[in-house]
């Protein structure tokens, strides 16, 4: 199933039933789970750990040094999990000493042209659309979509189920369960679309749209809204996550439509 124009370094470990097109390389130390299928042209180079059924379209480079000036060298990694499909020109770049290692989760799609960089944690389940840019530190949650040709900036954090318009510029941190648009990047309503389709009953769904009419809808600035929350709503597994994410960022949230709160 490997193409004998293909280059694999014998240091490498290639499970079984998997497809590897002419004219790809495969590095060092390089892991691929059974039953992926990797293009033609595709470099995969040192340090790479591919889960099973994977994906893997032309032109892809996974495991590229960082684009970090203070990289020195040190040996870091680049996971990729189950399930995972990476389409043409997707690049991931290897962690820092920062944290060691990029990471994407199962059942991905990143779509072509974007790029995720150095110490990067992406969730399960989470779509990228094409010619999306991640820098570097970036944590993304579980069942986010991303809008195509949209931007995060370092250390940004979005939270699950999250829902990204195209082409937006995102500067703070997007607490879960929500959707962001326009320019600046905004609230825009709960994601309720793609939390019934991942089975959230109306009653929660609801409890979630109360936590974000006090967060970004009753005048309140935020630690306002949330000693609100904690003193009028029972906790709940969703309610302790959304206060839990506000109080961990220390960037600050998106603001909600034509709002100047601090």
């Not at 499970?15 to 990797?38: C, H, L, M, Q, R």
């Not at 020195?72 to 680049?78: A, H």
């Not at 206060?243 to 600050?252: M, V």
């Given at each position: 199933?490997i ?10 470990k ?12 495969i590095?060092?130390?390089v892991?691929?789970?059974?039953d ?5 042209n595709v ?12 994906k ?7 495991g ?5 000036l203070k990289?020195?060298?040190e ?10 499909t ?10 820092t000493?920062?944290?060691g290692?990029?990471k994407i989760?199962n059942?991905c799609?990143?779509?072509a042209?974007?790029?995720?960089a150095?110490?990067?944690i992406?969730?399960?389940n989470v ?6 840019g991640i820098?570097?530190h ?6 986010v ?15 699950k ?11 703070k ?9 326009r ?16 089975g959230?009953t ?6 979630i749209?109360k936590?974000?009419?006090?967060i970004?809808?009753?005048?309140m600035n935020?630690t ?5 929350i ?9 309610r ?5 994410f506000?109080?961990?960022s220390?960037?600050?949230i ?7 709160k601090e």
């Amino acid at each position: 199933m490997i193409h004998q124009l293909t280059a694999v370094d014998p240091r490498a470990k290639i499970g079984k039933n998997v497809t590897i097109e002419p004219f790809t390389t495969i590095g060092a130390n390089v892991t691929v789970g059974s039953d992926t299928w990797i293009g033609p042209n595709v470099t995969i180079m040192e340090n790479v750990k591919i889960g099973k059924n994977c994906k893997i379209f032309p032109g892809t480079v996974i495991g590229a040094v960082p684009q970090d000036l203070k990289f020195d060298g040190e040996d870091t990694q680049v996971i990729i999990g189950d399930g995972t499909t990476l389409r043409e020109c997707v690049t991931i770049n290897r962690g820092t000493k920062a944290l060691g290692y990029t990471k994407i989760g199962n059942n991905c799609l990143i779509m072509a042209t974007s790029h995720v960089a150095h110490d990067c944690i992406v969730g399960d389940n989470v779509i990228i659309a094409n010619g999306c840019g991640i820098a570097g530190h970036v944590e993304i949650g579980d069942f986010v979509v991303m809008g195509g040709l949209s931007a995060v900036q370092q250390f940004g954090k979005i939270g699950k189920h999250v829902m990204i318009s195209g082409g937006s510029l995102i500067r703070k941190d997007i607490p879960p369960y929500v959707k962001v648009a326009r320019e600046p990047i905004s609230y825009a309503g709960i994601n309720s679309v793609g939390l019934r389709r991942r089975g959230f009953t109306n009653d929660k769904i609801f409890e979630i749209q109360k936590i974000y009419r006090a967060i970004f809808q009753m005048k309140m600035n935020t630690t306002q809204a949330i000693e609100f929350i904690e003193k009028e709503m029972l906790p709940t597994v969703e309610r302790d996550e959304i206060i839990q994410f506000i109080q961990n960022s220390p960037r600050g949230i998106v603001k909600g439509y034509g709002s100047n709160k601090e």
